[in-house]
């Protein structure tokens, strides 16, 4: 026998059964973001404005090249996940299953492409 309620079964699942979950996920990413941001624009900052070796001595050491990659693959993720909600709310069927493949693709791609940018430039 099931003694919970309707209320119970649905508390804290949202519409399609993932909103909890999905809002948690959003406010850990933003939560780091918050952190990573400031800290990418210093060290980017700082990084600025040498010759070309300076900014690879640069990057070079782990502090920046590692703020860069986190920064990157946060900030990324974030965005993929805020595109997966747009393409919620206005696409369906098949073009909606399209979309966030094609979304999902290109995010992958990005930091696909930035970590590599990354480490031939810290190697």
């Known amino acids: 026998m099931n003694f ?10 949202g519409a399609s059964g993932k909103g909890t979950e999905h809002h948690w996920h959003m406010m850990i990413n933003s939560s780091l973001l918050v952190v990573l941001v400031p800290l990418f624009v210093l060290t980017f900052g700082m990084g600025l404005g040498g010759t070309y070796e300076e900014v690879l001595a640069y990057f070079g050491k782990p502090f920046p090249a590692i703020i ?8 990324v993720i974030h965005i ?12 369906h069927g098949v073009a909606e299953k399209l979309t966030y493949i094609a979304a999902g693709a290109v995010c992958y791609t990005i930091i696909a492409v ?3 940018a990354l480490i031939k430039l810290a190697l």
């Open 4 to 13: 919970l309620t309707d209320r119970k079964r649905a508390q804290g699942t």
């Open 68 to 75: 860069t990659a986190l920064t990157l693959i946060v900030g």
């Open 80 to 91: 993929k996940n805020e595109a997966q909600d747009a393409i919620e709310d206005y696409m």
């Open 114 to 116: 930035g970590l590599f």
